[in-house]
């Protein structure tokens, strides 16, 4: 699997530009778009989530706008490309959580996070600019967790693993020992809902 940023070539033979893109540089996206049997390229995009607001959008508008951006980023370099933009984030109790910013951020939304239940939110959005296609949908998994000890806490945050993480945390790192179920997608939770976005492909 492709790592790091900047542009990372998967195989598509007899094509002079890339069929499918993936604008992101998560791991953890690729690794979902591959296992499902997809041949694409990864192009990181260039967009700047910190200039995004927060006040006053619903959970969904935000993952879906910032997905948006993200394939519209990438799209705009390859026209004839589909390309793949998603966004993940946390809503807790109507509050949009992201990224945590350092180890003390992390550290309280991990304290918030794993003492309630709350729903992780993707926005998906596929943009083709030759033809104008552009489809933008989300998807919504309610995570129950079991509350975490102040020394798991410090384990956690002491581990790194909340780095570049919505929510400062990932499912498949932190694995079952603190969510107790979830209700829907569990590929949402790990970034990219899988069921989704074949659908939304297939409706192509």
């Not at 949402?188 to 899988?194: E, I, S, T």
Request: aromatic content about 6%; some cysteine; proline content about 4%.
């Amino acid at each position: 699997m492709a790592a790091g940023t900047g542009d990372s070539q998967f195989s598509i033979p007899n094509s002079k530009f890339p069929i499918l893109i993936l604008a992101s540089a998560s791991p953890r996206r690729r690794q979902l778009l591959a296992e499902a049997g997809y041949e694409f390229t990864v192009v990181e995009a260039d967009v700047d989530e910190s200039t995004f607001p927060t006040e006053g959008v619903a959970v969904r508008e935000y993952a879906e706008r910032l997905a948006l951006a993200k394939a519209g980023s990438v799209a705009r370099k390859y026209p004839d490309s589909l390309v793949i933009g998603a966004d993940t984030v946390v809503d807790y109790q109507g509050r949009i959580i992201g990224k945590p910013a350092d180890a003390k951020e992390a550290r309280q939304i991990t304290e918030k996070l794993f003492s309630t239940p709350h729903k992780v939110i993707t926005g998906i959005a596929i943009i083709r600019l030759c033809d104008g296609t552009e489809l933008i949908e989300s998807d919504s998994t309610a995570v129950y967790p079991r509350k975490m000890t102040a020394e798991q806490v410090a384990e956690h945050i002491e581990g790194g693993s909340w780095r570049d993480k919505a929510g400062a945390y990932a499912i498949q790192e932190a694995g079952d020992e603190f969510i107790e179920r979830i209700d829907g997608s569990l590929t949402n939770v790990m970034g990219l809902p899988m069921e989704l976005l074949e659908s939304m492909l297939a409706d192509l």
